[in-house]
């Protein structure tokens, strides 16, 4: 399967944007990326996906990059509620495997 | 749909026990997967059906498990001997169609193991 490498950690301020970074090198054409996340004591909740272009929604927008070998995730204003671990993605069969994530910590 | 149904919430048995968490998925959907999580591993896929028939159990970890889909609408993953290296959340989720073509995955709020 086709790795992501995120950072294992990141720090926000509430209020402020919040740019999530993940590397998929081997992806290839028709992998989706996906994000999700946990928040404490809950299971994984989906958060966006997005094969090629930008993608926007009522929670996250989605930034690939033009050869697909990396995205952000962009939270426009994080709240505490955001404090979570976010995953990257790629799903290439039918199963969703998750990697380590990287914890946001928000402060307020 | 009330969501991705588990239980118990939360399970404390003794080694040895047999142990059985439960899921409903949501209704409609064809995919159904177990994961466990620990701090030391993460969450991994245990095991996932397709219209009740298990597709790929690679990531059983040992014969002591075992997981059935006798209908759509319910499923059991089965630990027989429990072992105190079992503690560890279990989630289970639900999808309509496949993940590589499908948008979002619902998990259940999981069941806490704890194995003594």
């Known amino acids: 399967d086709a790795k992501t490498t995120q950072p294992n950690s990141m720090e926000s301020n509430e209020e402020e944007p919040v740019h999530l970074p993940c590397n998929h090198s081997?992806?290839?054409?028709?992998?989706?990326i996906h994000w999700y996340r946990q928040l404490p004591s809950q299971g994984p909740e989906y958060v966006i996906h997005?094969?090629?272009s930008n993608v926007n929604n009522r929670m996250a927008s989605l930034a690939i990059a033009e050869d697909r070998k990396s995205s952000t995730l962009i939270l426009h204003r994080a709240t505490l509620r955001d404090a979570a671990v976010y995953y990257c993605?790629?799903?290439?069969?039918?199963?969703?495997?998750f990697g380590t994530g990287t914890r946001l910590q928000v402060f307020p | 749909d009330a969501g991705v149904i588990q239980s118990p919430r939360h399970e404390v048995t003794e080694m040895g026990q047999e142990v059985t968490l439960r899921c409903k998925p949501i209704?409609?959907?064809?995919?159904l997967f177990w994961y466990r999580q620990t701090m030391m591993r993460g969450l991994e896929l245990l095991i996932y059906?397709?219209?009740?028939?298990?597709?790929?159990d690679s990531g059983m970890p040992e014969d002591r498990f075992s997981a059935k889909m006798p209908n759509a609408s319910f499923s059991t993953l089965k630990i027989q001997p429990s072992e105190p290296r079992d503690s560890a959340v279990y989630f289970c989720?639900?999808?309509?169609?496949?993940?590589?073509?499908?948008?979002?995955?619902?998990f259940g709020q999981g069941t806490r193991l704890t194995v003594v």
């Open positions: 209704s409609g959907h064809d995919y």
């Open positions: 993605i790629l799903s290439i069969t039918d199963k969703l495997i």
């Open positions: 989720a639900s999808t309509q169609g496949a993940h590589k073509f499908v948008t979002e995955a619902f």
């Open positions: 997005g094969l090629t």
């Open positions: 059906f397709n219209n009740n028939v298990p597709i790929d």
């Open positions: 081997t992806i290839s054409g028709t992998d989706y």
